[in-house]
C-alpha cells in the first residue's frame, strides 16, 4: 500500500531524514516513534506531498507523490497536531468547504453524514468550531481527514490536550478506522501506539532503529530478559531445573509459597525467549504455570533502550580542535 525506499532528506550537511525505507500493508495500524527531532514530522510531510525529499521514493498504492502529486493526495487523510479548522464556521459548513477543497464527487450529503456518525459529531454539525470543546475539534479534524475516504490516514500527536475520557474515544475511533483505512500514528504516548497499533516503527536521528509487530516488538532490545513466574511444583527441583535450561543466566526464588505456588525471577542470555523452553519443561514435569508476567519490557523501557542504544553506537563528531 505505502512503499518507502532509500528516503533522504538533508539541509546542507544534516540528515533529518537518512536514507529509510519501510513499507506499510492495506488495513494496517502502525505506530511511528521517535524522539524530537527524530525526523518523524519530516517523514509525514514528504509522505503527504507538503515537503520534497533529496532523494528516493514514496509510492502510495503504486502511485509516486513526486511524479502524480494531485492523485497521491486524493489516496490521503491527514491530521496534523494542530487541526487545520476555521473556527467561525459550523461544522457542517466546514466539511462543505473541505468536501469542496479536495473536489470529492461522493453523494455530498450522504458522504459527509455518514462521517459525522461515524465519529460522533451529528448532535454538533450546526454548531460554531469555535463553540465546540478540545475533544469535539479533534473530532472535527478527523472528519475532515475522512472526507473523500482515503485510503490511507494519518494522525499527528491525535489525543493532546484531551481528558482521559476524549483519549480513550478517540483511541477507539482510530482503532475503528483501520478496519477500512490503512493508518499512521504518530504519537508521544506510548501505551496509546500499544493499544491501538498492530505494528511499531521507531525512528531516531533520521534512521529507522525498529520495526516490529507490536507483540514482537520486545525483541529489539539486546539486552537480558526477566521474567517473574509463578510454578505449583517443588521448589527446589523447579529452581534447579530452570537453572539447568539452556541460555538460563540464573534463576531464583523471590515469593513464598502461595496457593499452592512459588515466585521465581528467571533471567535469560541477551535476545533470547525463554517463554517456550519454560513452558515445555513445566508441562513435562506436570508442573503447572499460574503466572508469567515480563520484567522491565514495556514500551517506554524498550523506546528508550532503543533510542540510546542506537546513539550510543552513532559516531561522534570531531570538534574544530580534534580535526585541526
Same mark, same amino acid.
Given at each position: 500500500?505505502?512503499?518507502?525506499?532509500?528516503?533522504?532528506? =538533508?539541509?546542507?550537511?544534516?540528515?533529518?531524514?537518512?536514507?529509510?525505507?519501510?513499507?506499510?500493508?492495506?488495513?494496517?495500524?502502525?505506530?511511528?516513534?521517535?524522539?524530537?527531532?527524530?525526523?518523524?514530522?519530516?517523514? *509525514? /510531510?514528504?509522505?503527504?506531498?507538503?515537503?520534497?525529499?533529496?532523494?528516493? /521514493?514514496?509510492?502510495?498504492?503504486?502511485?509516486?507523490?513526486?511524479?502524480?502529486? $494531485?492523485?497521491?493526495?486524493?489516496?490521503?487523510?491527514? $491530521?496534523?497536531?494542530?487541526?487545520?479548522?476555521?473556527?467561525? *464556521?459550523?461544522?457542517?459548513?466546514?466539511?462543505?468547504?473541505?468536501?469542496?477543497?479536495?473536489?470529492?464527487? $461522493?453523494?455530498?450529503?450522504?458522504?459527509?453524514?455518514?462521517?459525522?456518525?461515524?465519529?460522533?459529531?451529528?448532535?454538533?454539525?450546526?454548531?460554531?468550531?469555535?463553540?465546540?470543546?478540545?475533544?469535539?475539534?479533534?473530532?472535527?479534524? #478527523?472528519?475532515?481527514?475522512?472526507?473523500?475516504?482515503?485510503?490511507?490516514?494519518?494522525?499527528?500527536?491525535?489525543?493532546?490536550?484531551?481528558?482521559?475520557?476524549?483519549?480513550?474515544?478517540?483511541?477507539?475511533?482510530?482503532?475503528?478506522?483501520?478496519?477500512?483505512?490503512?493508518?499512521?500514528?504518530?504519537?508521544?504516548?506510548?501505551?496509546?501506539?500499544?493499544?491501538?497499533?498492530? =505494528?511499531?516503527?521507531?525512528?531516531? =536521528?533520521?534512521?529507522?532503529?525498529?520495526?516490529?509487530?507490536?507483540?514482537?516488538?520486545?525483541?529489539?532490545?539486546?539486552?537480558?530478559?526477566?521474567?517473574?513466574?509463578?510454578?505449583?511444583?517443588?521448589?527446589?527441583?523447579?529452581?534447579?531445573?530452570?537453572?539447568?535450561?539452556?541460555?538460563?543466566?540464573?534463576?531464583?526464588?523471590?515469593?513464598?509459597?502461595?496457593?499452592?505456588?512459588?515466585?521465581?525471577?528467571?533471567? /535469560?542470555?541477551?535476545?533470547?525467549?525463554?517463554?517456550?523452553?519454560?513452558?515445555?519443561?513445566?508441562?513435562?514435569?506436570?508442573?503447572?504455570? #499460574?503466572?508469567?508476567?515480563?520484567?522491565?519490557?514495556?514500551?517506554?523501557?524498550?523506546?528508550?533502550?532503543?533510542?540510546?542504544?542506537?546513539?550510543?553506537?552513532?559516531?561522534?563528531?570531531?570538534? =574544530?580542535?580534534?580535526?585541526?
Amino acid at each position: 500500500m505505502i512503499e518507502i525506499k532509500n528516503l533522504v532528506k =538533508r539541509y546542507g550537511d544534516n540528515y533529518a531524514v537518512n536514507d529509510i525505507s519501510f513499507s506499510i500493508e492495506d488495513g494496517e495500524i502502525v505506530g511511528f516513534l521517535g524522539p524530537n527531532g527524530a525526523g518523524k514530522t519530516t517523514t *509525514m /510531510s514528504i509522505l503527504t506531498g507538503c515537503l520534497s525529499c533529496t532523494s528516493g /521514493s514514496v509510492t502510495i498504492n503504486g502511485v509516486d507523490v513526486f511524479d502524480d502529486p $494531485l492523485q497521491a493526495k486524493k489516496m490521503i487523510g491527514y $491530521l496534523p497536531e494542530f487541526p487545520p479548522l476555521y473556527l467561525e *464556521m459550523t461544522v457542517w459548513e466546514y466539511l462543505n468547504f473541505v468536501y469542496d477543497l479536495k473536489e470529492c464527487t $461522493l453523494a455530498r450529503e450522504a458522504h459527509l453524514s455518514e462521517i459525522c456518525d461515524r465519529v460522533k459529531l451529528t448532535d454538533v454539525q450546526g454548531r460554531i468550531i469555535r463553540n465546540l470543546s478540545k475533544g469535539y475539534r479533534q473530532r472535527v479534524g #478527523i472528519a475532515q481527514a475522512l472526507v473523500g475516504n482515503p485510503r490511507v490516514i494519518i494522525f499527528d500527536e491525535p489525543t493532546v490536550g484531551l481528558d482521559p475520557k476524549q483519549i480513550i474515544e478517540i483511541r477507539t475511533l482510530i482503532k475503528d478506522l483501520g478496519q477500512d483505512h490503512t493508518v499512521i500514528l504518530s504519537t508521544h504516548i506510548l501505551p496509546e501506539v500499544q493499544m491501538v497499533c498492530d =505494528r511499531i516503527v521507531i525512528i531516531n =536521528r533520521g534512521k529507522i532503529v525498529a520495526d516490529e509487530k507490536t507483540e514482537d516488538i520486545e525483541k529489539v532490545v539486546v539486552g537480558a530478559r526477566q521474567i517473574q513466574l509463578k510454578i505449583c511444583g517443588p521448589a527446589k527441583e523447579v529452581e534447579s531445573s530452570l537453572k539447568a535450561l539452556s541460555g538460563i543466566k540464573y534463576a531464583e526464588v523471590i515469593g513464598e509459597r502461595e496457593l499452592s505456588s512459588t515466585a521465581y525471577l528467571v533471567e /535469560s542470555e541477551p535476545g533470547l525467549d525463554m517463554r517456550k523452553s519454560i513452558f515445555n519443561l513445566c508441562a513435562s514435569h506436570g508442573w503447572p504455570i #499460574i503466572g508469567m508476567e515480563a520484567v522491565g519490557l514495556n514500551l517506554e523501557e524498550i523506546f528508550i533502550s532503543v533510542v540510546d542504544e542506537k546513539e550510543a553506537s552513532a559516531p561522534k563528531k570531531k570538534t =574544530r580542535k580534534q580535526r585541526g
